[in-house]
């Protein structure tokens, strides 16, 4: 033990003393892990030692019960390496060895506990980019819990061994947008992609405003459905619903069925409108009053309207399929007076008819509710945590980090999937 230290003290006074300032109980802890251990806490290099020991007995103990293996992953930078997918282009994506980041001030990285396949990133593994999210070759995947390997310099409120949710994006906080609560359109929304890999890098900016520790009882892989579901709860109270409303909800798709589910346990009455089998029994498992799969959009409207009252409409219509004639659909659901949310993003360069008389004799609200902002990411994490919130039901299967591409070619597939946990 005392060579290791001697060990220590021959690699440079200022390592040395970085070391000593954590405290004796710390070093001690350290020797603890090993003498391996030591060598690559000290070998990783001043930084390393900064950012692992001056944070106290905590975090070194917290990185040391993780096992060798991950304290030697975690911490040997510019030596160490994981797997991650990459997304080179149209439905290329590649689990490459690529160097394990390191954290710089404020950032944090985490080993992902489980990632999310999500109807975005189909989007892109079928388009090859994503205009404001993606652009290849880089890093892919959004949604991620996991527990923390390292914390950057200036990082508070976190420590080595936290699990956390961190957020696909984090605002600006200063621009106009950001100033009058409407974060989600922020001019400069930071996005972080890699959650298809061992471990992430969390910038700066997603640490301080929309990383949430998560709760010892609630697995990560359902605090990784946070942002979906962010998403999902700003599209519900954008259209400021009554218990006992009735909401019409287009498209059986993973966020069709979260609004559903959100809807349901809001107390209002839900009718889902689906395309097939496995999102009927999905639905009513998420607490859809009525089930309509319908063959037109034409026999939807009407099967939607004759399930209301005097077959008036519904008070609310979301559109979840990002889709031009489902958002046209959507405007022919609602009563008078009732308010449509065109949820679901449409490609660029589509355009809608709609009946402009309609619309203004009939008093109808409309709006199209984008992404999410903090406060609502705090809220979906709660609602996750709560017990209501069915998580499991939208984990319908776990896959490795390698199978990523037979999972994307299931999903393109359209089979009953609604997500699944990749777990690297
Ligand atoms: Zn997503
Ligand atoms: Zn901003």
């Avoid at 009718?271 to 959009?297: C, M, N, P, W, Y």
């Avoid at 499991?392 to 390698?402: D, K, N, R, S, V």
Wanted: hydrophobic share 40%; charged share 20%.
């Amino acid at each position: 033990m005392a060579s290791t230290v001697k060990d220590a003290i021959l690699r440079g006074r200022k390592t040395v003393e970085t070391v000593v300032e954590g405290g004796m109980n710390t070093v001690e802890t350290v020797v603890e892990g090993g003498l391996n251990t030591v060598e690559t806490v000290v070998e990783a290099g001043l930084n390393t030692v900064e950012t692992v020991v001056v944070r106290g007995r905590r975090g070194v103990e917290s990185a040391v019960s993780l096992g060798r293996k991950t304290v030697e992953h975690a911490l040997l930078h510019g030596r160490g390496t994981m797997q991650a997918a990459i997304l080179h282009g149209r439905e290329d994506v590649r689990i490459e060895e690529v160097p394990i980041p390191n954290a710089e001030t404020g950032e944090l990285v985490l080993r992902v506990g489980a990632a999310l396949t999500c109807g975005t990133d189909l989007k892109v593994f079928r388009r090859g980019y994503h205009a404001r999210m993606i652009v290849p070759p880089a890093l892919f995947g959004h949604e991620l819990a996991g527990t923390i390997v390292e914390a950057g310099l200036g990082v508070t409120g976190f420590a080595p061994g936290d699990r956390v949710v961190a957020l696909n994006s984090a605002p600006c906080g200063q621009c106009y947008f950001c100033e009058r609560g409407q974060e989600n359109l922020c001019d400069d929304l930071m996005f972080n992609n890699g959650a298809y890999a061992e471990f992430i890098r969390i910038p700066a900016r997603i640490v301080a405003k929309n990383t949430l520790v998560v709760p010892a009882h609630v697995p990560l892989e359902h605090a990784a459905l946070t942002e979906p579901l962010a998403c999902a709860v700003h599209g519900f109270e954008d259209c400021h619903a009554r218990p006992g409303d009735t909401v019409a909800v287009i498209g059986g798709g993973p966020l069709g069925l979260m609004i559903l589910h959100v809807a349901a346990l809001a107390g209002c009455e839900t009718i889902a409108i689906v395309k097939h089998d496995g999102q009927v029994e999905a639905a009513r498992q998420l607490g859809a009053t009525h089930v309509v799969q319908a063959t037109s959009i034409r026999k939807a409207i009407s099967e939607t309207r004759a399930l209301t009252e005097k077959g008036r409409g519904a008070d609310i219509a979301i559109e979840a399929v990002g889709a031009p004639d489902a958002w046209q659909e959507a405007v022919e659901l609602v009563r008078k007076g009732g308010t449509v949310n065109f949820f679901g993003g449409c490609a660029v360069g589509t355009h809608v008819t709609l009946d402009t008389n309609r619309i203004h004799y009939s008093d109808i609200t409309l709006r199209s509710t984008f992404h999410h902002t903090p406060a609502i990411c705090r809220t979906a994490l709660e609602l996750i945590a709560g017990g209501r919130f069915q998580a499991q039901a939208f984990i319908t299967g776990h896959a490795h980090l390698y199978e990523l591409n037979r999972v994307f070619e299931k999903l393109m597939k359209r089979s009953s999937e609604i997500k699944t946990a990749i777990v690297p």
